[in-house]
C-alpha cells in the first residue's frame, strides 16, 4: 500500500492557484506537478470552503427554481407525448364518422378501426 506523501501548505496553494487564476484545467494541472487529479480536486474544494468562495444563497434558490421548472416541463412533455384517452361516453367527433350507402342507397354509418364509441 502507498503511503501518501505530505505535501506543504504553499505546495497546496500554489497549485489551487494554477487552477483558479488561469485556464488550465484540474487534470493538466495535477499531470504537470505528479499529482492526481483528484487530490488536486480536493485541494480546491477545501480552499473555496475555507475562503468562501463556495456559490452563494442566490444561486442555489436558482438552481431550485431551475428544477422545479425541469419538472414542470418534464411533466408537460409527457403529457404531449402520451394524450389522454377519451372515455367511452364520450361522442365521436364529426370528422371520426364517415357515411357511407350501400348499393341500395341505404345510408351506413362506418367508425373508426381501432375505436369503440
Known sequence: M???KPYSQEFKNEAVRMVLDGPRPVVHAAR???IRDTT???WIAAYKRDHGQLPSQQDAEKSERERELERENRK????VAFPKKRLPSSQPRI???QVRTDRHGAPSVLRPRGRRT
Open 2 to 4: 502507498a503511503r501518501k
Open 32 to 34: 504537470e506537478l505528479g
Open 40 to 42: 488536486l480536486g480536493n
Open 76 to 79: 408537460l412533455r409527457e403529457q
Open 95 to 97: 370528422s371520426d364518422v
